[in-house]
């Protein structure tokens, strides 16, 4: 996100948030649950995003991370076409040591208070299993397993939206959505890197990968000999690439980072890629093509909101597809404008909210 008012990650962030709606904060001693609850808007809907379970070393840090990631929530849905507001939640703890039933139904009791102002899924630390236990204390949840209904991983279509905002940036630069022949690094063959370069070995791209877990590195090698590995991020992005796909973790674009890239496209699935402001303005100096993340790895929560319909993967699967058109419009913008692409989607996204949350003001009585 680029709003300045968003509080940097070393500055001390005001538990009131940066024109959030409301912040809640959840303690059960008993479980050991420390959770907390940020509802950026629901100007469009109620809000949703995933909790993220995360050993943060100061309660500080953890708030300004949900702070940072329900706005982001809000944007993403937003600029996705979706009938939701933007939230995150945030559990402080080491989910290895303090995850159990209890905490998580503790947990669900919290979001349940809130009644239906703010969905939770998953995100980092927590699964889809866990969705489960938190939903038997709780009537708001999506992203639950198969077997109960649920959508089951989110990867599969956060990587399918990637694939298509990356056929629409190749669009964009070089006039031909084709990856075939292109030389894309992959950094991070998690579930949604490796689901990625499936997309992109089908369409005979040359593909780069790098990861620190060796086992996902031999896994992917093995189903696909002709994927290429190397030693980190630091020896990928200095490869001779066409496109660089960040899908690890956050703030991959940083100073060091961008002035070394050969690439001519980011687009990527990791959230939160510039690691401060004026990096998208870096980018476009050096005539690098950034597909703003929360535009192209939006799937994964066109997913999960799909079970509030009652889940079917091939009409999730359909409005996945449609993050090609979304990305082309937003590069197109930021060209019209002469703005990087990151502001333009921000643009877009807000146009959204205030367009669409304005009907709000028009009374329809209930029943």
């Not at 420390?34 to 995003?49: D, E, R, V």
């Not at 579930?191 to 070995?201: E, I, T």
């Not at 996902?216 to 991020?233: C, E, N, R, Y």
């Amino acid at each position: 996100m680029t709003d300045p008012s968003t509080p940097p990650a070393s500055s001390t962030p005001s538990a009131f948030g940066s024109h959030h709606e409301q912040v809640v904060f959840c303690h059960d001693e008993a479980s050991g649950l420390k959770a907390i609850i940020a509802i950026y808007s629901t100007a469009l809907g109620p809000a949703l995003g995933g909790t993220r379970f995360y050993p943060y070393a100061t309660e500080a840090e953890a708030l300004t991370d949900v702070l940072n990631l329900s706005q982001g929530m809000a944007y993403k849905n937003a600029l996705a076409g979706l009938d939701l507001g933007g939230g995150k939640a945030v559990i402080i703890g080491d989910p290895g040591k303090l995850k159990g039933e209890a905490l998580l139904r503790a947990y669900g009791r919290f979001v349940q208070t809130l009644n239906g102002r703010y969905f939770t899924a998953c995100d980092v630390g927590t699964f889809s299993a866990d969705m489960d236990v938190i939903a038997r204390e709780c009537d708001f949840v999506v992203g639950r397993t198969v077997e109960h209904g649920g959508a089951g991983d989110s990867s599969v279509l956060t990587a399918f939206g990637v694939y298509q905002g990356m056929r629409a940036s190749a669009q964009h630069v070089w006039g031909d959505a084709s990856l075939a022949g292109k030389r894309v690094g992959v950094a991070g063959v998690g579930k949604v890197g490796k689901h990625l370069v499936d997309h992109l070995m089908a369409e005979e791209a040359h593909v780069v990968i790098t990861d620190p877990y060796e086992p996902a590195v031999s896994a992917l090698l093995a189903t696909h000999p002709g994927v290429v590995s190397v030693a980190d991020t630091d020896t990928l992005i200095r490869e001779p690439l066409d496109i660089y796909a960040p899908c690890a973790l956050g703030g991959a674009l940083n100073d060091e980072s961008v002035e070394a890239m050969t690439a001519q496209i980011v687009c990527g699935a990791a959230n939160n890629q510039l690691a401060h402001d004026g990096i998208e303005k870096r980018l476009e100096e050096r005539g690098i093509t950034y597909a703003p993340d929360y535009c192209v790895n939006a799937g994964g929560v066109i997913q999960v909101a799909d079970e509030l319909e009652g889940f079917d993967f091939d009409r999730a699967k359909a409005r996945a597809a449609k993050i090609y058109d979304t990305t082309l419009s937003v590069l197109a913008r930021a060209k019209a404008e002469g703005v990087p692409p990151s502001i333009a989607a921000d643009r877009v996204a807000e146009q959204r909210i205030r367009e669409i949350g304005r009907l709000r003001q028009v009374y329809l009585p209930k029943g």
